[in-house]
């Protein structure tokens, strides 16, 4: 009688293992076996972190192995199970791996097909094209679009993180809950005792070191030390926590009601007015227009309201819409409409692990009316939402091209834009992601007719433009997908923008953000309407009160970790694709991640003020945080 031997393996997070009953049931081209109970006598199945092996009879060969049901039973009480995969050797020595890399919760069973990536076109038999269809029909149930805001790209419909699948849930939900790690964060840094202390000012400038001094890093301390400089203003707009703003100008603009007599000290390269061109604003009499030739106090405390103002545009506009919320999109968008079996699916589900339980979590917490952001924030109770609302018009599938958008600002040029790492190592991470996804595509599209007739593909483009940009053209995201060009082109869009960009863009904010009079989360006076008036008193006054700043430093501090086993940017440990060539690509990918982790490296040697965000070793795949 023919017997199989069937490896599995048990997931190693906590709680993967389980004591309920596990069934196999193969399933073949020449017929199908009966129902196993997988079970070894006086031996403890599936515990975590285990690689189990069972042999199988059955009465009759089965052909081709083309599904594998598993079916959970319980046993005493509910015990979910999380299955890595599974490998069947058959009679003739062949072996197949079947992929899983999912919880089976309840009394629930799901059907596998084998690791090997196919389109939809390269399902002949009737029961794959069965289970291909089953699979996303369940899936659509799961993973419903839902508008939190108008305006908003559409987001999952949970209300909370319990609500969610048990597959996109952390592993760990204490691990991520804001109160509970922002309460730590601050018990951490010693802050704790100030947290609830709310209208309660600071003395002077030197009062901010009580919560400073004892975390600081080679980033925050340079800053504490020069931030009231101007050199350290304006070098944050290329290479800060949102470096994602700076454009050259070629033009004074017409609202720019500065003349040259204003600021002729201060153009340090002999060059005129229209050749230096800085910013713009309403002219009136309440509203002077501060220079660096003005008393220091009136300098500092306009380049205060800018750094005010550009934190809460990073944390509204580059931080929670341009990735958060579009890479939740991404994320249920794949879920949706690509199967497991989908090369696709394989290659971007990396890059989606936690996005939309992180975004959930956030909805729950921190950005909820009356949530955390509002507690520290000048932007809480509302005005993030309409910070968003008016962003969406800027959302475009161009502004996330990074090659594009850098070219757009006119930022492109290392002759005339010296010292923007920001730009230089985003490039080569663009370049890199680019030329994996290609590699990718060549493997699995021999031509761009393929890509056309990939129904999966398409529904998965749709549902981007239709429920992520609400369908709006001038959003310029396409609504097909025809060339493998394109393809590879949107492909590192999605890859760069939850992994690269959101790591550009997160993870320096306790770098930054930490010494608060850099990057106040709330001002509490209005700006000056007349120059020559501005006293120290008043810039401190104008600062977060001390229960603020601590609410704040812990947001910041927590935001800026990364997650317990990070897997940062090429870090496949799941191995979701089992094919050499797929492989060889993702070893020719990392090598290439490399040679960029050490070009950075050595750059960043004996600098003052090293630039390593955009360092793949320090990029997760997924926004996670």
Known sequence: MPSYTVTVATGSQWFAGTDDYVYLTLEGTAGCSERHLLDKPFYNDFERGAVDSYDVTVEEDLG????????????????????????????VGDYLEFPCYRWITDEKEIVLRDGRAKLPRDDKTQILKQHRRKE???RQKMYRWKEWHPGFPLSIDAHSHSDLPRDIQFDNEKGVDFILNYSKAMENLYVNRFMHMFQSSWSDFADFERIFVRISNTISEYVMQHWKEDFMFGYQFLNGCNPVLIRRCTEIPKKLPVTMDMVECSLE???????????GQ????????????????????????????????HQTV????????VSEVFSIAMFRQLPAVHPLFKLLVPHMRFTIAINTKAREQLICECGLFDKANATGGGGHVQMVQKAMKDLTYSSLCFPEEIKAKGMDSKEDVPYYYYRDDGIKVWEAIKSFAEDVIQIYYESDEVVCEDVELQAFVKDIYVYGMRGVKASGFPKTIRTREKLAEYLTVIIFTTSAQHAAVNFGQYDWCSWIPNAPPTMRRPPPTEKGTVTIEQIVESLPDRGRSCWHLGAVWALS?????ELFLGMYPDEHFVEKPVKEAMAKFRKNLDEIVNAIAERNKNKKLPYYYLSPDRIPNSVAV
Request: charged share 30%.
């Open 318 to 325: 580059t931080h929670l819409l341009r990735t958060h919320l």
């Open 561 to 565: 970790q990364f997650q317990d086993n």
């Open 282 to 313: 309403e002219p009136g009499p309440d509203n002077p227009i501060f220079l660096p030739s003005d008393a220091t106090y009136d300098w500092l405390l306009a380049k205060i309201w800018v750094r005010s103002s550009d934190f809460h545009i």
């Open 64 to 91: 081709e192995i083309q599904l594998i049901k598993i079916e959970k039973r319980k046993y005493w009480y509910q015990d979910d199970w999380y299955l890595k995969y599974m490998t069947v050797k058959t009679p």
């Open 136 to 138: 996303l029909e369940t």
């Open 269 to 279: 390269r002999n060059l005129t007015l229209e050749e230096e061109v800085k910013l």
